[in-house]
């Protein structure tokens, strides 16, 4: 009931194209979805997050849509650049506490240019 | 300033060797964190303290010993490491009663 499945496991798209990532989670409790980029060598960055009061949420070129009915989010990327070439982690979690981040297994992104 | 830094970015250590991980944000943020990452592998949670007290521990080998010693700093004490502990350990650390967590940039440990 703690598993957030992610999918695909990689992604290879053309520059100017749509990247989409899919996420699923199990836990009716979680409130709070985030997801994260990670390039080689770094570690992994708030790239933008959504709360389930709200069905899509936007930040430049990154735009997640959630379903709740479905329990089901996804990130997509317009325009892909070749500097978005990362690997990509949904994760989820109830919002006001400690506890834990549970991550999706990753998405790694190539766009060619 | 919302940088988690972590130190050293590289560390190679013998089996018999005692090293330290250093992790430090001046963010305000009263909940820090120690994960564990494997090439092509999500983090994975191992302790979590929450106003400088141990919160969670995930079953985590005594090997490895965590330690807040005030609320910008925590220590990540290794000793008697296996080769398979080889990984990228990660600092992160969250305001309290949000749900961002913001990652330092990682120790890369080798163990020889």
């Known amino acids: 009931q703690q598993q957030v499945k992610q999918s695909p496991q990689s992604l290879i798209v053309q520059k100017g194209g749509i990247s989409i990532i899919n996420c699923a989670y199990e836990n009716t409790a979680f409130d709070y979805f985030p997801w994260y980029q990670q390039f080689p060598g770094k570690g992994p960055a708030l790239l933008i997050a959504i709360r389930p009061d709200v069905s899509e949420k936007k930040e430049g070129r990154f735009t997640i849509s959630f379903n709740k009915s479905a329990k089901q989010f996804s990130l997509h990327i317009m325009d892909s650049q070749p500097g978005d070439s990362a690997t990509y982690f949904c994760a989820a979690t109830l919002y006001n506490q400690g506890g834990k981040l549970i991550f999706g297994q990753g998405t790694e992104l190539s766009v060619k240019p | 300033d919302t940088e988690v830094t972590q130190t050293p970015k590289h560390l190679v250590m013998g089996m018999t060797n005692k090293k330290s991980l250093k992790c430090e944000q001046h963010m305000g943020h009263r909940a820090m964190y120690w994960y564990k990452q494997k090439a092509k592998k999500p983090p994975e949670l191992m302790f979590v303290y929450s106003y400088e007290k141990l919160s969670i521990n995930e079953s985590v080998p005594s090997r490895f010993s965590p330690e807040c010693p005030n609320s910008s700093l925590l220590n990540l004490h290794l000793h008697a490491l296996q080769p398979e502990d080889s990984a990228l350990y990660l600092c992160?650390?969250?305001?309290?009663?949000?749900?961002?967590?913001?990652f330092g940039e990682g120790s890369r440990l080798t163990v020889l």
């Open positions: 992160a650390s969250k305001l309290a009663g949000t749900g961002e967590l913001f």
